[in-house]
């Protein structure tokens, strides 16, 4: 028993479905799957494919927010990415576009670290600075339209499908064994976290905190730019006005759910993506609930404090119960 | 009341005190009584939970079970606030005051001189300065405390503490970052509030202090009493062997013979080497095999020469050689880079990582050296944890541990631990005693005189004469930010050095920086 | 003597403010107007910092896109103080401040989402039609507007019933999110009969979910939206959507008249300049109307 | 002897930014423009006041912009629909914000959760809750929103210092002299240095909290309602994004978002440095929506390089001369 459960998480997991079940609830149809057209199809893909662009971002924030910063500026970014796969997307190869736009991304990246790293901004205004001019670029370069595009490789990105699974929750989830790999195999976790718990002990003992935090920018921008792209591929046109707008405050706060303390130090990538797909299954189930939406925001608020107050260390309460599971005293 | 002999009950009794955290046991049973107008010194070794009863007694931790007794009556405070109205003022291991805050605003917070709702700022500067001179500080209360070395920040934390004494004071480790002269006024000051009838609880791991000032002693192991005794009639052997559990083998001087000295190669030397403002350039040279201590009052400027020799801070002129090779100091990666390690003194800020555990505070330094690409596996992590873990006696030996959870003097062996896991060439080490019980102080000094045996060179910081006099084959003596006298051989000797440190200034006040 | 205008425009959230604005600019350039453009990220006190900034600035005409129909009394009357002649394009403020602007250069919403309903209502015939509804964004008062011109029109229709509605925020990407789970929600599409969505970018999502889903939209299911931006005409000429209500880019154009007229011969507008709601259907060469409308900056 | 302190560089920042924006608009140098600096930056100078004491004390509060947004609402329903006088209004509006600070305070502080996701919650329910009183605008037509809309003090120049204007001039003297010269404010600061030490020295940490959050919740409902003297009316999407403009003002008026450190007198130059980008970026007139966003952009960090950058020339020799100054 105690070996099954792990040592974190198992709040995200009950959160997790506790509100599925209250989809179910709402929505009788939640669990239904049905192959269409060689893809899944059913509200929990939705769940899955929708979810993909926060899940991303998630995977770069969470490594920010290891550090002890935070980027606000994704979702500016994923507008300029996904503007320039899109001008890019029926004048050039998949590959070229998707250079450009990961490669608009790392710059963005670098910029925000560069503030952040080298010149010793605050995080949060260093990348306010590009929330606020990044968006503006995007619109630069669409001029403000809706640039649609019908390549069809850039449209499979969006609404392909590989092994009947949607093609952005598999990018998302290689991304994820992807990130994993990098920063668990590597020492690169360990290092984040050192320089995230206490960065001037951690200079002291010789690690490089101003490459990990240039690094750590510098990934949140590259997915940044590829959510970007596949919520630019989902809708065949790139939206510089509304994509990703405030989607950072749904990466920080699928963090946050996902058990990363916004002071920095440990952190985990899978929790964080388990965060965005709690956060995302709350807003599908909102959508099937029918209520009208004046209602959506306070749903989201008592949902998002219920899941807090389910993680709360103060919480004796749950803490005990979650303790006996795992077969220690409190 | 049990005793109904004793017409005025202790001052402070505590009974049946236990206290857990997760699994482990902190405090189990433990009494302890303080009589008004005594000096009671509370001992035990690194993680015998002194700072624990401490913080039980004074509500910042809840208690598991037992009944704290003020002068008879049962008090429960749940917080430091609480326990402060009802006269026990703390100061709390480690400096525990605000850094950001003025030195005024520290001494008076949350009590400060008021007229119409607004504080009388010229008023509460006014009054401590008068405390502060008490202790022979006279500083700018003005500026930000952060702006002062920890000597001063924690002469501060006492004298707050001191000035909110309503009945009893507890003092835990007030003197490891003291040098002599300001142990002895706060001594003085002390024993002035024992007169006073006020009790004072008073913790430290210098034997020496505490048969000098207390009048009892209370010796915790494991988290268990294990004795009260009267401190004139408990031999230094006896209260050893009650913190210990066993025998300690006596240290005495461990310095190499003299005849070794000449052959050693040069490992390090820096020439002209300093940088303006922060330390004059000095010439130094350290060579395999040997221990060069450094000596000097507080705010001599020994922290800055080992953060300069490290690589830390950048020097602005001089030269720095390595095995003869000229090499450039940059940075702390520089430093690790050519083999060198660093234990800063204060190892809350600069030195643990706290919510990561034992073994990753120990790999740390040896991960960043090796870089990225070259993980340490995970097996390879807990080899070395647990070689480590074992060689310096980490308490409790849970590798897993988040090292912020340990007590004090083992989150400084784990740091020690994180220094030699990269098997440096040379180790300069900050103060590595400060809070370290009897027994581990020991064995950190036999370990430094091993290491040296092994070829390390070693460069040690401790306001500690005596201990630097054990192990010390040459001392550099620092005064006003420059280097002002090496001994070396049969010249290193505490009188040599007091009489260096004092040349020519008679009174030598601690300087303030700002 | 050239005009110099200032004109307040609400900020860029969608294809059609885009187009509106540079609309606005062929239409200044093509009269020798200088043309003062300050956006205001959607935010009203951006807005009244603007007018407070031309008014400082001394221009000879205010255009106003209000981002919402309160609060300008104050910042209007500094306007008339000045001698500023003010004129609202696209959108009406309260009643309350009719005294206080030249005149306004705006469509009716409410008709627009009515010329909607009854479109549907007239293609439906007698059948009983389920219509799931895409909203703007909650507390905009186009969406308000757009919802109660439908919902007056299909409740003369006993047989149209709308079941579900929900916010698009005026997007593609929700507008597709939103058609998704409505999709799944009404039995994999097949209860759900016409789409009416309040503006053509979340109609252009919502395309897509439902092909995406298997079904086929503009024959399975009818669409009805508004802003006839040039993608859902390319949308009709693939047979996807049906019918859209068009909110023209150009209210600037007459606004510049009306202003010239008053400034040169003191003529005095009606308080309403209403822009005509036409309404265009598959039928009515939608090529033509997305090559007239793609170069107009959409 | 210290150093420059910040916030007269953050001073001399706005002198030079507006001297630079008078050279090329000359225009702008009048008492009319930096009126209207004042009246348009009311209610973001009153939120930012309170953000001020919030971030000093470590934390951070993304609700504000909501509770405007409800305020306004509440306001303009309670007037105009239920009949309330406005007075009792205002009071109701007041009471009821500075509850639900006192209440995020509270969660925060007995749960031990992160401000940053409390607040964000806070945003969320606070504007969920005006969507539900009303989705559409209300006009208020009460005659004391008359009266106050149009009282202002005739400076020289033809300039005009508004009610509102005063409103927030008082609130930010009046929130300088709270933080700078009581005990409540040297508690803020503590907090901020440390919450665990500050508890050890006998702050009560819980009741700071949950006053440090209640303030900033009463002042948003007091920019609240001088956003409703502002435009007269009361709207559910008022004030959106808000949040991160007073945070952004905070932080350029040189406060540390670490807590700790940081003055109301910076917030406010803060708050007019970022009207200043505003102004000019409107009397140029020529910018797109997207250059406008990019101008702003590159102004802010225009503005935080230089700010930085003097801040750091002002202390190296500080640093030399005390060299242990961390
Ligand atoms: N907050 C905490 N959580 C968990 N364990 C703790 C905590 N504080 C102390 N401990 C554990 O309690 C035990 C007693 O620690 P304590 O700090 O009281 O020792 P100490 O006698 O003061 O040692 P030192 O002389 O090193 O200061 C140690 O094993 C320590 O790891
Ligand atoms: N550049 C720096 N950055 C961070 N901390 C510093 C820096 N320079 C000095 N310090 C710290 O400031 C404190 C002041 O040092 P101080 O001037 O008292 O020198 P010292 O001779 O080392 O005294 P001590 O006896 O306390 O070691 C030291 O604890 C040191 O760690
Ligand atoms: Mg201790
Ligand atoms: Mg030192």
């Not at chain 1, 969006?158 to 790999?181: C, D, E, Q, R």
């Not at chain 2, 236990?18 to 009584?33: H, I, N, P």
């Not at chain 4, 409103?167 to 300088?176: E, N, R, T």
């Amino acid at each position: 028993m105690t070996a099954l459960l792990p040592r974190r998480g198992l709040a995200q997991i009950l959160a997790l479905i506790v509100i599925l079940a209250v989809d179910r609830v709402v929505s009788p149809q939640f669990f239904d799957l049905r192959l269409q057209d060689g893809r899944l199809f059913g509200s929990l893909i939705d769940v899955l494919n929708r979810g993909t662009p926060v899940a991303l971002l998630s995977l770069g924030m969470v490594l920010v927010i290891a550090t002890r910063g935070i980027d606000l500026s994704v979702g500016a970014v994923m507008a300029i990415c996904g503007a320039i796969a899109a001008s890019l997307a029926d004048s050039h190869g998949l590959p070229v576009v998707l250079a450009a736009a990961l490669g608009a991304g790392l710059i963005c990246g670098l910029w925000n670290g560069f503030l952040v790293a080298v010149l010793g901004m605050q995080p949060i205004v260093a990348t306010l600075i590009l929330m606020v001019a990044g968006r503006g670029i995007a619109q630069l370069i669409t001029e403000g339209r809706i640039v649609t595009f019908s390549s069809p490789d850039l449209v499979w990105l969006g609404n392909g499908s590989v092994l009947g699974l949607p093609v952005p929750v598999a990018i998302a989830l290689g991304m994820l064994i992807l990130t994993g790999a990098v920063v668990r195999g590597s020492a690169l976790g360990l290092l984040i976290e050192a320089t995230g718990g206490n960065a001037r002990a951690s200079e002291l003992a010789g690690v490089g905190t101003r490459a990990m935090i240039l690094s750590v920018y510098v990934w949140c921008g590259v997915c940044a730019a590829l959510a970007g792209v596949i919520a630019a591929a989902d809708i065949m046109g790139a939206d510089a006005n509304n994509a990703g707008l405030w989607l950072e405050l749904d990466a920080i706060l699928a963090v946050v759910i996902g058990g990363t303390s916004l002071f920095g130090g440990r952190f985990s990538l899978v929790l964080a993506v388990l965060g965005a797909l709690i956060i995302q299954t709350m807003n599908t189930g909102i959508l099937l609930s029918g209520y009208p939406p004046e209602f959506n925001l306070l749903v989201k608020a008592a949902v998002v404090l219920a899941v807090l107050l389910l993680q709360s260390p103060k919480l004796s309460g749950f803490a005990g119960i979650m303790a006996r599971l795992r077969g220690t005293k409190p | 009341m049990e005793n109904g002999l004793d017409p005025a009950p202790p001052l402070l009794e505590v009974r049946g005190i236990s206290k857990s955290f997760g699994a482990v046991r902190a405090l189990q049973e433990v009494d302890f009584t303080l009589r008004a107008g005594e000096i009671h010194a509370l001992l035990g070794e690194n993680g015998a939970g002194k700072s624990t009863l401490i913080k039980v007694v004074t509500g910042v931790f809840p208690r598991d079970a037992g009944i704290v007794r003020l002068g008879g009556e049962e008090v429960a405070p749940r917080s430091a606030k609480a326990a402060l109205q009802v006269g026990i003022a703390t100061v709390y291991q480690e400096v525990n005051l605000l850094p950001n805050l003025s030195v005024a605003q520290n001494l008076f917070l949350d009590r400060q001189p008021m007229r119409f709702g607004i504080v009388r700022e010229g008023e509460m500067r006014r009054r401590a300065k008068t405390l502060l001179a008490d202790f022979g500080l006279d500083i700018d209360v003005a500026a930000a405390l952060g702006n002062y070395s920890v000597a001063i920040q924690h002469v501060t934390a006492i004298a707050r503490a001191v000035d909110l004494s309503a009945r009893v004071l507890i003092l835990d480790e007030p003197t490891a970052s003291l040098d002599r002269h300001e142990v002895e006024i706060l001594f003085g000051i002390m024993r002035q509030l024992a007169k006073r009838g006020i009790g004072i609880v008073f913790v430290s791991h210098f034997l020496d202090q505490v048969y000098e000032i207390s009048d009892r002693i209370t010796v915790l192991r494991n988290g268990r009493l294990v004795g009260e005794r009267e401190t004139a009639s408990l031999p230094r052997l006896d209260l050893i062997r009650m913190m210990l559990g066993r025998e300690l083998a006596e240290t005495t001087s461990v310095r190499a013979s003299e005849g070794e000295h000449g052959a050693r190669e040069v490992c390090a030397s820096f020439e002209n080497y300093g940088k303006a403002g922060y330390v004059a350039p000095f010439n130094l040279e350290l060579r395999r095999g040997e221990v060069v201590g450094l000596a000097g009052l507080l705010g001599s400027g020994r922290t800055e020469t080992a953060r300069l020799v490290f690589g830390a801070e950048r020097a602005d002129g001089g030269q720095a050689r390595v095995e003869g090779a000229p090499v450039r100091l940059q940075s702390p990666r520089d430093g690790v880079r050519h083999g060198f390690g660093y234990c800063p003194e204060e190892r809350k800020t600069d030195g643990i990582v706290a919510e990561l555990s034992v073994r990753e505070n120990i790999v740390l330094a040896l991960q960043a050296k090796r870089g990225l690409h070259r993980p340490l596996s995970r097996r390879e992590q807990d080899e070395i944890a647990k070689r480590y873990v074992k060689m310096l006696d980490i308490r409790p030996p849970d590798p897993e541990r988040p090292v912020g959870l340990l007590s004090g003097g083992n989150q400084q062996k784990v740091l020690l631990a994180r220094w030699l896991a990269t098997s440096p060439r040379l180790l300069v080490l900050d103060e590595p005693t400060r809070g370290i019980d009897v027994g581990a102080h020991a064995e950190i000094i036999r370990l430094i005189r091993e290491l040296c045996d092994d070829g390390l060179a070693l460069l040690v910081i401790s306001s500690e004469l005596d201990e630097i006099v054990t192990y010390s084959d040459r001392v550099v003596v620092l005064r006003d930010r420059a280097h002002v006298e090496e001994l070396a051989g049969e010249a290193v000797d505490v009188g040599n050095i007091l009489a260096a440190i004092a040349a020519d200034s008679v009174t030598v006040a601690l300087e303030a920086h700002t | 003597a050239e005009l110099t205008i200032g004109f307040s425009q609400i900020g860029s959230e969608s294809g059609w403010r885009a187009a509106e604005t540079s609309v606005s600019k062929q239409e200044a350039a093509k009269r020798k107007v200088n043309l003062k453009i300050a956006d205001a990220q959607q935010k009203q006190e951006n807005q009244i910092k603007a007018i407070r900034s031309f008014i400082a600035q001394n221009v000879d005409a205010i255009f106003l896109a209000p981002v919402v129909s309160t609060g300008w009394d104050s910042v209007l009357k500094e306007a008339k103080e000045a001698k500023i002649p003010v004129v609202l394009l696209d959108r009406d403020i309260d009643p309350s401040g009719k005294e206080l602007y030249l005149t306004a250069v705006t469509s009716d919403s409410v008709h627009e989402g009515a010329v909607a309903g009854d479109w549907l209502a007239k293609t439906v015939g007698d059948k009983a039609c389920n219509v799931v509804e895409l909203q703007g964004t909650v507390g905009a008062s186009v969406a308000a507007n757009r919802k109660k011109g439908f919902d007056t029109a299909v409740a003369k229709h006993p047989n149209l019933k709308v079941v579900r509605s929900q916010t698009g925020d005026f997007t593609r990407a929700k507008g597709k999110e939103v058609m998704e789970s409505f999709i799944k929600a009404e039995g994999g599409g097949k209860n759900i009969c016409a789409v009416y969505a309040h503006n053509d970018d979340m109609m252009v999502g919502a395309i897509q979910a439902m092909k995406e889903a298997g079904l086929k939209p503009g024959k399975d299911i009818l669409t009805v939206s508004i802003d006839a931006v040039p993608d859902i005409f390319k949308a009709m000429v693939a047979g996807e959507a049906n019918a859209t209500v068009e909110l023209t880019p150009n209210m600037a154009g007459p606004a510049f008249d009306v202003v010239a007229a008053f400034k040169e011969k003191g003529t005095v507008p009606p308080k309403w300049i209403q822009t005509e709601s036409r309404l265009l259907t598959a039928a009515d060469n939608p090529q033509k109307e997305y090559d007239s409308k793609k170069g107009l900056g959409y | 002897m210290k150093g420059l302190p910040p916030v007269v560089i953050t001073a001399f920042v706005l002198v030079a930014g507006f001297a630079l924006c008078a050279v090329q608009f000359p225009n702008i140098a009048s008492t009319r423009v930096v009126g209207n600096l004042l009246t348009d930056n009311a209610f973001l100078g009153i939120v930012a006041t309170g953000m001020t004491f919030v971030i000093i004390s470590g934390g951070i509060d993304l609700s504000v912009g909501s509770v405007i947004g409800f305020t306004t609402v509440f306001v303009a329903l309670a007037i105009e629909r239920w009949g309330v006088p406005p007075l009792v209004a205002f009071v109701a509006i007041l009471v009821l914000s500075a509850g639900f600070g006192a209440a995020m305070g509270a969660i925060i502080h007995v749960f031990d959760l992160p401000p940053f996701i409390v607040t964000l919650a806070g945003m969320f329910l606070a504007r969920g809750a005006s969507f539900l009183l009303s989705t559409e605008s209300v006009p208020i037509t009460a005659p004391v929103y008359s009266t106050v809309s149009d009282f202002a003090l005739r400076m020289p120049g033809g300039g005009r210092l508004t009610a509102v204007a005063i409103i927030m001039i008082v609130i930010v003297i009046g929130g300088a002299l709270l933080l700078h010269l009581t005990r409540f404010g040297a508690n803020v600061y503590a907090l901020g240095g440390s919450r665990t030490t500050a508890s050890l020295m006998g702050v009560a940490v819980g009741k700071m909290t949950v006053k440090i959050y209640m303030l900033s919740s009463l002042l948003a409902g007091i920019a609240g309602i001088v956003f409703s003297f502002y435009t007269s009316a009361g709207y559910s999407l008022s004030a959106v994004g808000v949040e991160l403009d007073t945070i952004a003002a905070v932080v350029i008026g040189g406060t540390l978002l670490t807590g700790g450190q940081g003055s109301v007198i910076g917030t406010f130059l803060g708050v007019l440095i970022q009207g200043m980008i505003q102004t000019y970026i409107n009397f140029d007139g020529t910018l797109s929506s997207w250059w406008t966003k990019i101008a702003t952009g590159v102004l802010l960090f225009a503005f935080i390089a230089l700010q930085q950058g003097l801040v750091a020339l002002a202390r190296r020799p500080v640093a030399k001369r005390a060299g242990a100054a961390s």
